[in-house]
């Protein structure tokens, strides 16, 4: 077998298409619930891809906090919010949608003229072995970053009493 | 590769802050099992910690300085004063809490804990030199006093006040995250030592980010602390939050700002100084906009929010000196008129809040009239923080604007001096405006009706009026208590 592209590339192809077509998906499709359900598969795929460079830690946490904490709260809102079907999101015509490709074609080429040079030398698509590794991480954040992390947990905990004592409808 | 060694700690350094996160834990599980609408055991908990805090950061004062938990911590003569500061105004804003939500009819238990809990987020900012850490405390700080903010939430003014307050503030979080993205990219270094040795090796591509950086960390400083033009939230939050909330904020929150801005500043005082020309000019505007916009306003909330404006532009002041002429000036300028602000703006919001009754609350500069004949000792405190405010001789005020008006001199900004000078003569209109409601005009038809004063009220106001005078005749050994902290 003497294929033109490699396992990993063939790998990354797959990936990467289904993200970029689920990204295409969001501003193509008419229906908001629908766009939020490519979004989140659009994350998924991302975060596959970041498995594929060896960035678990990564992948876990665009799972963990787009996928599943961010998402899910556009979806309840798009749908509490209850909106009446298609013609919400029909465009109207005026100077936006040009304004909006002028700044996202500039942005694109922008990023572009920077990644695309140094990436066409790129021939293997892998991170580091410890770079980014659950336990790298793990170890600088319970040694030089623990009192940060201990105070985050005030943090968190000062959110859930302050939205409940918000929330709450009597003394 | 799980050779993991935990950074050396030096407990005694970290003891205050978890005594009071401990406190405000205790508060939270005290108010399961109280009894109904009854919340005196928690203000005595509260009470209790925060004292044992406060005397813990007494007992370390001459301690050494130094740093633990691998530079998250830091202790020093200068952090160890602002901590007792802000630990003292979370102790004389529950004592005159407990009556005034009681009347208002919002006596949440709740309000304690989250009160102490803000008061740790302003002690974790004022000591650490790592911007992570000035972050974090800042965010603990903030969460805090949104809630808070909106906890009237029968009122319209204080969810407005809530809800402005927490997406400006989010807005200005945002600025001060933006900027330590920057300068951590510029420096790989989180630490403000370490961004001073970046900024001394002279990487030209660097420097720019690190001004970059710089530059959007003092507007996320300066909406936190209301220095013009990013003042615009302060009067309409003021108003609208509950009025101990707001002397709580107006005392502590601008305590931790203000001591958190100085860190960075004079920490990195070469890297500060290119900024120096930009900050001027802000100390200029906040001190005018802050005094001449006090002078239309009806409300006394809103003019005290104005004149926590005027006072950020006159201590932005006294740093710029500092930062000028590092050599020459320290901050026991700043450390000293950040006490005696704190003292006599909880003063006058302690006599203010009497003005809530049966759930409402009149804070009309009309609503005060007749106060004098309400309650002779409130009246009297009254006038002695609207004193010290001004700045007439014999009161902290006063001290503390003198001692700053020296530094200005000193470090040869005389056109800084200039501007205190003349805004403070301003300011005299807006604050006898208050005075005159209180003493001198006549009642309406129907008088505003005032809650007698309780326990914890009186020793409130009793307490900053003592204070204010301390700091006004006492000024020399109060600042040999504070000792010579020069860089």
Known sequence: ?171 | MYDIRPPSVDWSMVTPVVLVFLTGLAGLLIEMFRPKQNNNSIVLTSLGGLAASFFVLYGQLSAEAGETLAGMVLRDRFGILLQMALVGVCFISILFSEGYLREKRIPFGEFYPLAIWSTMGGMLMVASNSLLMIFIGLEVLSISLYVLAGLSRAEQKSEESALKYLLLGSFASAFLLYGIAFVYGASGSVHLSGVVKAWATNHANTQHMLLFGMGMMLVGFGFKSALAPFHQWTPDVYQGAPTNVTGFMAAGSKIAAIGALFRVLSESVELSQAWLPALFWVAILTMVVGNFAALVQKDVKRILGYSSISNAGYILAAILAHVKAPDKIGANTIVFYLFSYAVMTLGVFAVISMNAKDGREGTRLSDLNGLWKRSPLAGGVLIVCLASLIGIPLTGGFFGKFMIFQDLLTADMTPLAIVLAVTSVVSVYYYLGIAHAAWVAEEGATPAESAPMNAGLQVACVTCLVGVFVMGIFGQPVLNMIGGIVR
Do not use: H
């Open chain 1, 1 to 171: 077998m003497n294929l033109p592209v490699t396992g990993e590339q063939l790998t990354f192809m797959a990936l990467a298409g289904i993200a970029a077509l689920m990204a295409v998906g969001v501003v193509v499709l008419n229906n908001p619930v629908r766009s939020a359900m490519c979004l989140v598969v659009n994350f998924f795929f991302l975060a596959f891809i970041y498995f594929t460079l060896n960035a678990q830690l990564l992948g876990i946490s665009q799972i963990l906090v787009y996928t599943g904490a961010i998402m899910v709260l556009f979806l309840f809102v798009v749908m509490l919010l209850n909106l009446g079907g298609k013609q919400i999101f029909k465009e109207r015509r005026d100077f936006k949608p040009i304004l909006g490709m002028v700044v996202g074609v500039s942005l694109f080429g922008m990023i572009s003229s920077q990644l695309i040079l140094p990436m066409l030398k790129v021939d293997q698509i892998r991170a580091d072995n410890a770079y980014g590794a659950p336990q790298s991480i793990g170890k600088t954040l319970f040694t030089n970053y623990v009192w940060p992390f201990e105070i985050a947990s005030v943090l968190l905990l000062v959110g859930i009493v302050g939205s409940i004592l918000l929330a709450k409808r009597r003394v």
